[in-house]
Every structure is written in C-alpha cells, then in structure tokens.
T-cell receptor, first 119, second 113 residues
Framework: AQTVTQSQPEMSVQEAETVTLSCTYDTSENNYYLFWYKQPPSRQMILVIRQEAYKQQNATENRFSVNFQKAAKSFSLKISDSQLGDTAMYFCAFMKLTPYGYNFNKFYFGSGTKLNVKP | KAGVTQTPRYLIKTRGQQVTLSCSPISGHRSVSWYQQTPGQGLQFLFEYFSETQRNKGNFPGRFSGRQFSNSRSEMNVSTLELGDSALYLC????????????FGSGTRLTVV
C-alpha cells in the first residue's frame, strides 16, 4: 500500500517570503508520479505541480518548485515570493504507474497542510 | 474551455434516503474519478470510470456506486444514507491516464441529517 505523509498541519508565511511544505511517501513501486494540489476555500482542487519519479530534474512552475529526493521518498514544495492568493490547503499526492490495461489510476493523498499567507 | 462541473453544489438528505450526484468532465476527457473528502479521513478514492467501465474501486461499502455514460458524464449514487456519509464529494476528470494530473470540480457538499 502507498501512504503519503504531510507532517505540517498548518503553516504561516509573510507575503513575498519563501515557504517550504514537506511531504514524504512510502511505496515499493519504482515508477510513479507525485503531485501537489492546492485547495482554496472555493473547494476546487487545483494542480500546482507534478513530478515523474524517473526524472532526476526537479519540476518547476513559475514560483513553485519541488525538491524530489527519490531515495529518501521525500517531495517538498517550495513557494517563492508568496502571495495572498496562495492561501489554501495544499495536498501532496502519489499515483503509481500501471501497465496499459491495468489501472491504478488513483491518487493517494496526504492529510494536507493549511498555508496562511499574511500581508 | 469549460471545467469539470458537479451538480448539485449542496445537498441535504435524511438518513436512510439515497442520493445521486452528477459530474460532467472536461470535453474529451474519458476518465472520471470520485473522491470523498472529510475532516477525519481526508481524501479517499471511491472509484474511477473510463469509457463507461469501472476500472478501479476504493474501499467503500456497496452502498456507494457509480456509472458513466457514453458522453463521459458520470453519476455516483449512495443508498441508505448514514450520518457518516456527510462529506464533500469531488469528481475529477482526465485523459486516458491521470499521469498529467486530474482536473477537479468544485464538489458537492452532502449533509446527512
């Protein structure tokens, strides 16, 4: 079974500063994807960034970047130049790859980190 | 392009009743997944449909069921509602595989009284 752990239930950061959200996971799979999703009060889960496990290079999307440590099974999210609109719940998620025809097309989510960006 | 649409947005039901929730995926997306989100259990996978077939199922009782239509729209049904079924139900759609990430709807907030 796969488990995803987010050890920080809540974090705060000042606007324009940098914050890092932690995520660790446990799996025996070698091929998988990792994701960070953001859920603002509107409830919709919004994809922030994704990482393929077979890629060494850390994914980046504008102000968002990850530090993917496959051996340590760690996948942290760094938000640079934090903005008020970044205030939300952030979920780390794991999806294992499947051979075509068999599907495990489902996310295993962590419990989430509530991020408050203060003006 | 339109996003994932879930209806209704809010729903209040009485214990013992049944409920049907609807999800319209992004045009062209053939995979639709359902998740239950509660404060205690977090986000839990219910099931996934692709081309009208259930491809994967989570660990929920048989009271939870779903289906997908030929236009990829999906419905989930919960029969004999219990208080513990109160939750936010999220639907997500994707291309054939979800490895590029799913696009989620805003969910249906179900309250069972």
């Amino acid at each position: 079974a796969q488990t995803v752990t987010q050890s920080q239930p809540e974090m705060s950061v000042q606007e324009a500063e940098t914050v890092t959200l932690s995520c660790t996971y446990d799996t025996s799979e070698n091929n998988y994807y990792l994701f960070w999703y953001k859920q603002p009060p509107s409830r919709q889960m919004i994809l922030v960034i994704r990482q393929e496990a077979y890629k060494q290079q850390n994914a980046t999307e504008n102000r968002f970047s990850v530090n993917f440590q496959k051996a340590a099974k760690s996948f942290s999210l760094k938000i640079s130049d934090s903005q008020l609109g970044d205030t939300a719940m952030y979920f780390c998620a794991f999806m294992k790859l499947t051979p075509y025809g068999y599907n495990f097309n489902k996310f295993y989510f962590g419990s989430g980190t509530k991020l408050n960006v203060k003006p | 392009k339109a996003g994932v649409t879930q209806t209704p947005r809010y729903l209040i039901k009485t214990r013992g009743q049944q409920v049907t929730l609807s999800c319209s995926p992004i045009s062209g997306h053939r995979s639709v997944s359902w998740y239950q989100q509660t404060p205690g259990q977090g986000l839990q996978f219910l099931f996934e449909y692709f081309s009208e077939t259930q491809r994967n199922k989570g660990n929920f009782p048989g009271r939870f069921s779903g289906r997908q239509f030929s236009n990829s729209r999906s419905e989930m049904n919960v029969s004999t509602l219990e208080l513990g079924d109160s939750a936010l139900y999220l639907c997500a759609s994707s291309w054939e595989t979800g490895t590029h990430g799913y696009t989620f709807g805003s969910g249906t907030r179900l309250t069972v009284v």
